[in-house]
């Protein structure tokens, strides 16, 4: 690890200790020993974001947080550091994915068409937005529609098998162990580090694996391996954002949100297709 990258990781050490408080990129720099520009630049290439964005979405999930024990948007948004309304809606909706006041309720009036098919590991829910796919469920087909209804209390449910059936098709040759073969927009809503999470996960390759560490270090968190593990455990696209291929560093197959069994059928069904 070079000086520069050492330093980027204090840095951002720094604001996460800080989030709540001003800090300027000059300030930052001078803290850590780096010029501003080079701060900049090393930090967006690390992080994929500024240090400015960075504390903006450390913010945001606080906000989240705020909304989820009951505050309202002005206390959440306040207590998270945003200095006015106006950097409230303007700074946390764009890491939401929402706006506060509908993510405070779950999403209310956020419409949800999805479909449920069968596979070979059982139901499989995919659930989309105007905007791509938000949920690619695992579960019993019973059980499959009020799973959806508790990821987004608040949201409107609407059956579409129609729509759907193309990107359910590929789900389920996904699931059967075959490449992704549509091109499917995704709409997750996440913190910025589980989304920098969900990518890397997407540059796993069919048939292969990578440890909680591995990712870590290639996202430039070397120290944040159960951090990565929360994010896999965060993720609602199952098979899309392949949560199933990141393993234990002893080979173990670790946790899985749908199922430990359900994980080692994946790996086994992509094992067999890849070779």
Request: glycine fraction near 12%; include cysteine.
């Amino acid at each position: 690890m070079t000086d520069g990258q050492r330093a980027v990781i204090r840095a951002a050490a720094y604001i996460e200790a800080h989030a709540d408080e001003p800090i300027t990129l000059a300030g930052l720099a001078s803290l850590i020993g780096l010029s501003p520009s080079h701060l900049q630049r090393e930090f967006a290439r690390a992080y994929g974001r500024s240090p400015k964005r960075y504390q903006t979405a450390l913010r945001a999930e606080a906000l989240r947080r705020g909304l989820r024990d009951g505050a309202t948007v002005s206390d959440a948004g306040f207590g998270a550091g945003f200095g006015s309304g106006r950097a409230v809606y303007e700074g946390a909706a764009r890491e939401l994915g929402m706006s506060p006041a509908k993510y405070r309720t779950g999403g209310s009036g956020l419409e949800i068409r999805y479909t449920v098919v069968a596979s070979s590991l059982g139901g499989v829910l995919v659930g989309r937005t105007a905007k791509g796919v938000c949920a690619v469920l695992l579960d019993s087909a019973e059980r499959l529609p009020a799973d959806l209804a508790a990821e987004f209390p608040g949201a409107v449910l609407v059956r579409d098998d129609e729509q759907l059936r193309e990107w359910a098709g590929a789900v389920v040759e996904a699931v059967a162990g075959h490449a992704m073969t549509a091109q499917i927009p995704l709409d997750l809503h996440g913190t910025d580090f589980q989304r920098r999470v969900w990518a890397e996960l997407q540059r796993v390759p069919l048939g292969s694996t990578a440890s909680y560490a591995e990712i870590a270090a290639r996202i430039g968190r070397p120290t944040a391996t159960r951090a990565v593990a929360g994010a896999c455990a965060a993720n609602r696209a199952a098979v899309i954002v392949p949560c199933h291929r990141v393993v234990r560093a002893d080979g173990g197959m670790g946790g899985y949100k749908w199922g430990v069994e359900r994980k080692k059928a994946l790996l086994d069904s992509e094992g067999a297709s890849a070779r």
